[in-house]
């Protein structure tokens, strides 16, 4: 994450203005233009904002300007608009580092990683529908050939589909980013696409600018692109997928992998791994306040049925090898992935919170237990009780009451950072039990 070119030098090749972006506590991007013979000024006193006017940030009406500083590390060249940088940026109050900052945060949490000797690294799978709103104003899958009840994979939808994906593959790959593959996903009209690894901060940068790229060349072929967790109450839902690990920060060597090797270990996870593992399940309900942040997330993990037959979202407090069913998945040697996340995800607060439950789990060697095999999404809750398993979260109430009482997260993340948190949420949960849905007026309007 490192600049490698000046402004002056970037200005010569054709850049004129900088994107100076930020995310606010529910996941949102804000930003401000500037052109770019002030960015050394920018990097130097930031970019003022009205923190009340810019979402849920932990300022009133009556606040100084919340101050925005770009990180020159985590530039990113506009693919579609090659005269236009963006940064993402660390938050400032009159001088001082802001609590509510999600990207400040991770980056605290993170470096309490790294006094430990460990470096965090990610990779994030994003998954999202590509829409349009048909005749009578209703969003559909913008493919009106896309209608198979089992879509995933299907060749022709990504023929279909080629120059939005390919203009897509191609915009990252300038980036450097190292696509491996996209496909058509479980959903009609929805679709994943996968890049390399990297450090966690990078990954969550990444992710927030993958969303804006996504959107924007979306909306350039009249076209809407979301991440929102579960848009079709038939369809498979969002997900963002996190494949984690833990590496030395000094010899660069994963250490999920076994020191002996993976003889007589057929998951090929170290103890490390392992404890790591059982910091994941003993905090996954509180976790779950971040990882499946909105009132929408439960529709996708406790639908009970998709038309794909598989929801392919979690619901007990699961870890196993290689088995879509689970919540946390050993897909090969040396990585975990994090099955229970959205695609409404803050990725800075999710791996800031995911890495501290980790780092929990490894103090206290909490062991995970024997592995699941078989299909968890066949598990009766007799079956669940009897092994001892507990279950996500049913709703966003759910979650917000178990980070309520976790000590480890509120810690890890600040205090005043999860009870800002808490607030907005709870109030995003009763504006939902306050509103009137076109399902409830369908039921109940002509009740009696």
Known sequence: MTMLQSPDELISSGVNYALISFVELNGFSRAKLVPMSVLSSVKEHGAGFAGFAAGDIGQGPHDPDLVAIPDLGSMQRVPWREDVCWFASDLYVEGRSWPYCPRTTAKRVLRMAQEKGYRFMVGMEPEFFLLRKGGDGRLEPADPLDMEAKPCYNQQSIFRNLDFITRLVDAMNRLGWGVYQCDHEDANGQFEINWAYTEALEQADRLTFARFLI?????????????MPKPFS???????????????????????????GAEGNPLALSDIGRWFIGGLLAHARALAAFTTPTVNSYKRLWASTTDSGATWAPVYVTYGGNNRTVMLRIPGEGRVEYRAVDGAVNPYLALAAIVAAGLDGIERQIDPGPPFAGNAYKLTWADASERGMTVLPRTLKEALEALDGDEVLTEALGPDLVSLYL?????????????????????YLHLG
């Open 423 to 443: 607030e907005v949420k709870e109030r995003e949960w009763r504006e939902y039990h306050a509103s009137v849905s076109e399902w409830e007026v369908e039921r």
């Open 234 to 260: 038939r369809l498979t839902g969002n997900g963002a997928h996190c494949h984690v690990s833990l590496w030395d920060e000094k010899t660069g060597r994963n250490l999920f992998l076994p020191e002996g």
């Open 215 to 227: 959107r924007s060349l979306a909306e350039e072929q009249g076209l809407i692109a979301t991440f």
